[in-house]
């Protein structure tokens, strides 16, 4: 299974940046495709998760309303649009994939088996 992220670069706070993660060796219809961020000394938090097969989607309340997770299944990739940025969001972005089991929240890093290399974003103010 690979999973490659990419889109990450330097942005000013308001402006907004795509990121994409290509999905390959894994069957992603039982799959539950996440974005998490680390900031430098910091554990790695929850963003925002989309069950492929539904399309049902959940976000983390500090970009909810602000960023879009979405999936082309023609191309196996889910992409993490972001908009009215903020220097809180630096960090390097990475992208996840759990197998999907019924009761699980799937928004703990250690529910997912199978990680991106991770693409950096830097918010100036």
């Known amino acids: 299974v690979q999973l490659q992220a990419s889109g990450g670069g330097l942005v000013q706070a308001g402006d907004s940046l795509s990121l994409s993660c290509a999905a390959s060796?894994?069957?992603?219809?039982?799959?539950?495709m996440g974005w998490f961020r680390q900031a430098p000394g910091k554990e790695r938090v929850f963003v925002a998760r989309i069950r492929w097969s539904s399309g049902t989607t959940y976000y983390a309340d500090s970009v909810k309303g602000r960023f879009t997770i979405s999936r082309d299944s023609a191309k196996n990739t889910v992409y993490l649009q972001m908009n009215s940025l903020r220097p809180e969001d630096t960090a390097v972005y990475y992208c996840?994939?759990?197998?999907?089991?019924?009761?699980?929240?799937?928004?703990?890093?250690?529910?997912?088996?199978?990680w991106g290399q991770g693409t950096k974003v830097t918010v100036s103010s």
């Open positions: 060796g894994v069957t992603l219809p039982n799959y539950v």
């Open positions: 996840g994939a759990a197998f999907y089991t019924l009761y699980r929240s799937f928004v703990s890093s250690n529910q997912y088996t199978y």
